[in-house]
C-alpha cells in the first residue's frame, strides 16, 4: 500500500493497514492510540448546540483525547464516548452529559500524523541496526554548540538565546548549563548540556514540556541526549 492508498481521514481499519505494511508487525486501535494517534470523530452540525460548531455548519472532525474517554477505547469499548473535546475553534470543551457516543466504524485518523508515526519508527529501526559507536573523544559526548542549540530551542522560548547564549549568565553559563572550560580559549568552543540547558528553559523562562520532549526525539544531535533526558524527567516527576 502506497502513501497513496492512505485516505486524508483514515479508518482504524486503514490506519492499522498501512502501518503493519510499512513496519511488517500487526496494528490495533490500541496500539494506535498507544503510539499517541489521536483519533477523530466527525460531527455533523446540530443546532442544539451552537456554541460548539460556530461557523462550521456543515460539521467538523473532533479530536478524542480526553484519558478517561482514550483509556476507555484502549480498554476495548463496543463504542465511542467523547466527554470531551475541542470545538470547531480548537478550544478545549466540555460536552453536556453523559457525552456523545458514536460507532467505532466512525474513528479516523489524520493521514499526515500515520505517516509521521511510520517515518518515527523506521528512524528507531535504522538507529537500533547501527553497530555501537566507537568511544571517541568528541565534543557531543559532553555538550553540543551554539548552532545545535539555537537549532533546537531556540523558537520555544520568548529571549534572545543567541545573545543569553554569548552572555554566559546563569543557566547559559559554566555555574548552568554550559560545560565548564569549553568557552577556555574561544566562544566558538563553547558546548552546552542540552538536558540541563533543557531543564532551565522549562524552569526558568517556561519553555514548554511537550516541544522540548519532541526536541530529543526529533533532533539528530540530540538522540544520544533521550535516555539521560527521560531520566531527567522521571527523577524530577515531570
Known amino acids: 500500500m502506497s502513501t497513496s492508498d492512505l485516505p486524508f481521514r483514515a479508518t482504524t481499519a486503514e490506519a492499522c493497514a498501512w502501518l503493519a505494511q510499512q513496519t511488517g508487525t500487526p496494528w490495533t ?63 478545549v470543551t466540555r460536552l453536556p452529559e453523559p457525552g456523545f457516543r458514536r460507532g467505532l ?47 533546537a530551542f531556540a523558537r520555544l522560548v520568548r529571549l534572545d538565546l543567541d545573545k543569553a547564549l554569548d552572555e554566559a549568565i546563569g543557566i547559559f553559563g559554566d555555574d548552568g548549563a554550559r560545560v565548564k ?16 540547558l533543557a531543564l532551565g528553559l522549562h524552569d526558568v523562562y517556561r519553555a514548554p514540556l511537550g516541544p522540548l520532549k519532541r526536541a530529543f526525539k526529533t533532533h539528530d544531535f540530540l538522540l544520544d541526549w533521550a535516555g539521560d533526558w527521560e531520566q531527567s524527567l522521571e527523577l524530577l516527576g515531570k
Do not use: C, M
Request: charge should be negative; proline fraction near 6%; aromatic fraction near 10%.
Open 29 to 91: 486501535l490500541a496500539r494506535l492510540i498507544e503510539h499517541e494517534l489521536i483519533p477523530f470523530v466527525w460531527l455533523d452540525y446540530d443546532a442544539a448546540y451552537p456554541e460548539l460548531f460556530g461557523d462550521a455548519n456543515g460539521g467538523y472532525a473532533a479530536p478524542i483525547f480526553f484519558e478517561g474517554d482514550i483509556a476507555r477505547l484502549v480498554g476495548g469499548a463496543e463504542d465511542v464516548l467523547i466527554t470531551i473535546t475541542k470545538d470547531a475553534y480548537k478550544i
Open 105 to 151: 466504524d466512525e474513528l479516523r485518523f489524520q493521514k499526515k500524523a500515520v505517516e509521521k508515526l511510520a517515518g518515527k519508527l523506521q528512524h528507531e529501526a535504522e538507529q537500533a541496526a547501527r553497530p555501537p559507536p566507537v568511544e571517541a573523544a568528541r565534543e557531543s559526548q559532553y555538550g553540543i554548540p551554539k548552532a545545535e542549540v539555537l537549532e
Open 181 to 196: 572550560a569549553s568557552a577556555r580559549k574561544s566562544k566558538r568552543n563553547a558546548v552546552w548540556n542540552p538536558v540541563t
